[in-house]
């Protein structure tokens, strides 16, 4: 099919919204055009053609939240080209890697919402929770961040498109899944080997066993829930519960200005240019 203006219309609302379900495209595309004589996916390849010059791309995966098949939208270039384009600070870029760090090293790849803002302490630059709170705000609508009643983990959009870059680095920071072998964005340690698993996964092989699929123990649903609270150490639980109350205001007082966000920025990608090394390595015994 000749690229032209369904491709583009496709390609524009994809890159707006940053990710877009399949369900959702298929309805957008037939009320745009009616007889559209190409599938999404073969749309999606010409697309691809494109833009690979400039290192985007259009994935079609599965969302790991959701359980949906969605369409993202992807920036993959980190150089002075694609850098200068970046709305976001390399202030607020420090605390999207602290963030990411955080995430990527708890057993359950979740983190609470009192953690994350109080990341900010972790800073070198002059950042306060409001900020941070903000951010957060935007990286969910963005689909960097999936936020989880109180928790915030990485959305599907931070999967794909960083899974490369953290492959080469931060590769003592990711853990593969026992049963799959990729990268556990979302997932657990089994607690008893220490060995991770992808939440999808583990659900899956329940459906047959219910052991852990790594070292065999037996599995119940409490030692997910002892996990789920072990995210933070003794310390951070006790700053969770005193600040509770604080962060209560914050996200109210964000939440009274979030509609005054500038929502271009759903086109632009945060970027994690600098090298991140694991504070503490799980062990596998």
């Given at each position: ?148 009643d109180t928790n915030y983990a990485l959305g ?75 995210g933070l150490t003794q310390t ?50």
């Amino acid at each position: 099919m000749i690229y032209g203006h369904i491709h583009q219309f496709l390609l524009r609302t994809i890159a707006s919204r940053g990710v877009i379900s399949m369900t959702e495209t298929e309805k957008i595309l037939n009320e745009f055009e009616a007889n559209i004589q190409a599938s999404v996916q073969e749309l999606v390849k010409d697309i691809n053609e494109k833009i690979k010059p400039f290192e985007q791309m259009i994935k079609i995966a599965t969302d790991e939240f959701t359980v949906e098949e969605v369409i993202i939208f992807l920036s993959l270039g980190y150089d002075d080209a694609t850098k200068s384009q970046n709305v976001f600070s390399a202030t607020e870029l420090e605390y999207f890697r602290i963030l990411i760090e955080q995430i990527m090293t708890t057993a359950t790849r979740q983190i609470t919402g009192i953690h994350a803002v109080n990341l900010v302490s972790k800073m070198k630059s002059s950042f306060t929770k409001m900020d941070a709170q903000k951010l957060l705000n935007v990286w969910c609508r963005m689909r960097y961040l999936d936020k989880d009643d109180t928790n915030y983990a990485l959305g599907v959009r931070a999967i794909h498109e960083f899974e490369g870059y953290l492959r080469q680095n931060m590769p003592d920071t990711i853990e593969e899944c026992c049963l799959c072998k990729q990268i556990v964005f979302r997932g657990y340690n089994c607690p008893a080997c220490g060995l991770a698993v992808h939440t999808q996964c583990l659900n899956r092989y329940l459906e047959k066993v219910q052991k852990w699929p790594c070292c065999k123990v037996e599995f119940s649903e409490s030692q997910l829930d002892q996990l789920n609270c072990e995210g933070l150490t003794q310390t951070q639980h006790l700053e969770a519960t005193q600040q509770s109350e604080e962060y209560n205001t914050v996200v109210e007082a964000v939440c009274d200005t979030s509609g005054d966000e500038d929502q271009g920025t759903q086109e632009i990608i945060p970027e994690i240019s600098q090298r991140i090394t694991r504070k503490r390595k799980r062990q596998n015994d």
